[in-house]
């Protein structure tokens, strides 16, 4: 049967869910703000992500940004220089799909963080389906899952 899913976080911003049959993280955003409390909620759903990762194998993210409604420079910023360097020192983490809406704002959201993904080092790409980015992470993990050594 496997290991059933793991809730990460579930706050007024995010629902991330483990699926370590999978080593695959899929979270859905609902907004992030400019406001304080927005910025609060973002910073502590990517905080617990990064915690998790320490001892829970991340190869995959999946992150269904649809329904975001506002820029989010400060988290890309923060994305950049914090958080993937983190995620690819826990020695897992390969590769990220964005589910965007069709939005020229969400289309540059995504083409900006597929190129921060790729400085590190990160497999990235962004899909209008949930359905088609989760092929792509599956193909993807269990590919590098044949490179990744037992310990």
Not at 48 to 55: H, K, W
């Amino acid at each position: 049967m496997g290991n059933p899913p793991v809730v990460v976080t579930d706050n007024a911003l995010a629902k991330s869910v483990y699926y370590p049959q999978f080593r695959l993280l899929s979270s859905v955003y609902i907004s992030v703000g400019n406001n304080q409390q927005s910025r609060e909620l973002f910073y502590e759903d990517i905080n617990n992500i990064v915690r998790f990762a320490q001892d829970h194998l991340i190869m995959g993210v999946l992150a269904d940004l649809r329904q975001l409604t506002n820029h989010v420079v400060h988290a890309v910023k923060y994305l950049d220089e914090e958080v993937i360097p983190l995620m690819k020192a826990t020695g897992g983490y390969t590769h990220e799909a964005f589910v965007i809406n069709d939005s020229h704002r969400q289309r540059q959201l995504a083409l900006n963080l597929v190129n921060v993904l790729t400085r590190h080092g990160v497999g990235g790409r962004f899909f209008y389906d949930v359905e088609t980015a989760s092929a792509w992470l599956r193909d993807n993990i269990a590919t590098a899952t044949m490179r990744v050594p037992e310990s």
